[in-house]
């Protein structure tokens, strides 16, 4: 009897839990008030990012950076890549494209950079030709050299069917470039990551459409400084839609799939496909051993 009261309690806890992960969504009355904490709830929920322990530089007894691709073809990163088509979905879900975009452009995300060594900072203005293309087709100058003196008075101003307008989505992007630390804490005898970077890979928004687009790295942010952004933002849970697991969780938790492309090294941090020329495999080879490397340095220590 207390083993089936024991079994009882532990099912009506998980419950609890479960229901209180709705986000609102069994106490609202109007849809709008869906995904809307009351200030009680919010003070109650305590709900911030785990923050990150302090560790001293003399507690690091080995450190390497990499860099690694996410490809968010792979099954297990598309909670990073979806919703694309976000008319279909509630508010509440957004791809991380979306995510990073918006609050760039609301100004709550500001370390953001052109390169992956945070040397030279970027505006929404430096990026505004990568987010939008804008261009008059061939109809349109057309219809302006028929009646170029109209046009050139102001008279007559050319009609929005006559201009191209293109804009880089969360259906784009190609993946996303991350930086990381693999570190020793000799303080706890452990091999720890901490990352450091991401970058979305897109093509620019005049490419779209075309076949086997260049792509380049949009941006880099300074992944510490954006972390209570994304802690907010929460991503899609395929096991357990009400348990969803924010985006500062996965990330963290390395709840996704990389391939290094390069370490830092002698030779000014040269990426793995400079010296691994032509060949995928061998390529793939490569960032295995360099993982593997750094995962032998801690099965070392404890050998004797």
């Known amino acids: 009897m207390k083993i089936k009261n024991l079994l009882y309690g532990a099912f009506l806890l998980a419950g609890s839990i479960t229901v209180s992960a709705q986000s609102n969504l069994l106490n609202a009355k109007t849809p709008e008030e869906i995904g809307k904490k009351t200030a009680a709830q919010m003070i109650s929920d305590n709900d911030k990012p785990l923050p990150y322990g302090y560790v001293h530089d ?27 088509d976000t008319a279909f979905v509630g508010k509440e879900r957004r791809s991380l494209f979306d995510v990073l975009v918006k609050n760039i452009k609301n100004g709550k995300i500001k370390e953001v950079y052109a390169d992956d060594y945070f040397n030279t900072k970027k505006t929404i203005n430096d990026m505004s030709s990568s987010f939008t293309y804008i261009d008059t087709i061939q109809a349109g100058f057309d219809e302006i050299n028929n009646y170029y003196d109209d046009y050139k008075s102001g008279k007559k101003v050319l009609d929005p069917q006559f201009i191209n307008k293109q804009d ?3 259906q784009d992007i190609s993946g996303y470039r991350i930086k990381g630390y693999w570190y020793f804490d000799k303080r706890q005898g452990e091999l720890k990551y901490r990352l450091l970077a991401l970058c979305p890979v897109t093509p620019e928004a005049r490419d779209i459409g075309k076949d086997n687009p260049d792509v380049i790295d949009l941006f880099w942010v300074y992944f510490p400084a954006i972390r209570d952004v994304l802690h907010e933002a929460k991503a899609f849970n395929d096991k357990n839609s009400a ?29 793995v496909q400079q010296y691994m020329k032509d060949n995928s495999q061998n390529q793939l080879l490569e960032s295995e051993r360099i993982k593997e490397k750094i995962r032998s340095f801690e099965s070392d220590m404890w050998n004797y």
């Open 168 to 170: 880089l989505t969360a």
């Open 243 to 271: 348990m969803p697991i924010t985006f500062d969780h996965l990330l963290n938790s390395r709840r996704f799939n990389g391939v290094i492309y390069k370490e830092e090294n002698v030779y000014g941090d040269r990426e």
């Open 58 to 84: 003399r507690d690091v007894l080995m450190g390497k950076t990499i860099w690694e691709f996410i490809d968010i073809d792979e099954r297990i990163n598309f909670p990073l890549y979806y919703p694309i």
